[in-house]
């Protein structure tokens, strides 16, 4: 009989499992992303390339070209996994705690939070201090418009422009102009691809 290995917090936090924040290879993971970013967030405007080394140590993956304007804020970073052409305007906030995929010619824009990280809602659940997460997909040619807040476990197709303040709690399909809290497809778009 083979003994069962236990997940470490991390692979629980991964899969959607309840998982401790405070684990210690969690709280590592955070510092050195903490260091990337105070890094990138103070680096001259005119350091263009170190900027963008930054981001490359920081994101999981990202294309070859990209810009993002500073500040910006994320918890692990290496969860982030993005595609060519992506800009990210200032003061973005990305909660990395499952996998978030943004693909090809993504705009985001000032304020827009993308969170994979959530809190159990039982109140004696929630005193444990564990937390939960759950990964984001954007697919491609997406528009996200300023102050946008894109909740866990929450898909965005591509061709798709969400409207600016809009809260998407839901999926949203491919080829549409999604607006409001909670975000809803209110125009189908062609496609362009």
């Known amino acids: 009989m083979s003994e ?11 899969t959607g499992e309840l998982y401790l924040a405070s684990d210690s290879e ?18 001259p405007p005119a350091n263009i390339a170190e900027q963008q080394e930054t981001i490359r140590q920081l994101f999981g993956k990202v294309g070859q070209s ?9 918890d692990y970073g290496c969860h982030i996994f993005a595609g060519e052409n992506l800009y990210i305007n200032y003061d973005c906030t990305i909660l990395d705690c499952a996998e978030v995929h943004i693909g090809d010619n993504v705009l985001i824009a000032t304020k827009v939070q993308i ?21 984001v997909w954007i ?4 528009w996200i418009g300023g102050g946008a807040i894109i909740c866990p476990g929450v898909s965005i197709g591509s061709n ?17 102009v999604a607006v409001g809290n909670p975000c809803r497809a209110i125009k189908s778009v062609d496609a362009i691809f």
């Open 4 to 14: 069962r290995k236990e997940k470490t917090e991390r692979e629980k936090m991964l």
């Open 26 to 43: 969690l709280v590592k993971m955070h510092r050195q992303a903490l260091e990337l970013m105070h890094r990138f967030n103070t680096l």
């Open 66 to 74: 990209f810009s993002i304007n500073p500040p910006f804020y994320c």
């Open 115 to 135: 969170y994979a990280a959530y809190h159990p809602t039982d109140p004696a659940l929630r005193l444990t201090k564990k937390e939960l997460a759950a990964p």
């Open 139 to 142: 697919g491609n040619n997406v």
């Open 160 to 176: 798709v422009t969400i409207g600016a303040g809009s809260v998407v709690t839901q999926s949203i399909p491919d080829n549409v």
